[in-house]
């Protein structure tokens, strides 16, 4: 069955950095057949698109917010997804989701918490 598995989340002073990773298995077909995006809630706000990264790498989409703090990359020899989030703000704290879809299919992973605080 499909796993995806988050990790690197934690507390964080603003202005800081962290590292977040979604490690992926179970696929029916091979993992550079599909895309992958991270998503983040924050208590009480809607789910949001964080970024979006093609099969290859070769289209990525921070969302606008994002762009210049957040880079989103992946590793399909490693079934990887990793995020790099800079000069993070409070307004970043959320639970930050991994995301993998192919046509119809897609899957969640149960999500990393992503605390900015002093």
């Known amino acids: 069955e499909v796993q995806l598995v988050e990790s690197g989340g934690g507390l964080v002073q603003p202005g800081g950095s962290l590292r977040l990773s979604c490690a992926a298995s179970?696929?029916?077909?091979?993992?550079?057949?599909?895309?992958t995006s991270w998503y983040r809630q924050a208590p009480g706000k809607e789910r949001e698109l964080v970024a979006y990264?093609?099969?290859?790498?070769?289209?990525?989409k921070p969302a606008d917010s994002m762009k210049g703090r957040f880079t989103i990359s992946r590793d399909n020899g490693k079934n990887t997804v990793t995020l790099e989030m800079n000069s993070l703000k409070p307004a970043d704290t959320a639970v930050y989701y991994c995301?993998?879809?192919?046509?119809?299919?897609?899957?969640w992973g149960q999500g990393t918490q992503v605390t900015v605080s002093s």
């Open positions: 995301s993998v879809s192919r046509d119809i299919e897609i899957y």
């Open positions: 990264i093609s099969r290859f790498g070769g289209v990525i």
């Open positions: 179970g696929f029916t077909f091979s993992f550079s057949s599909y895309s």
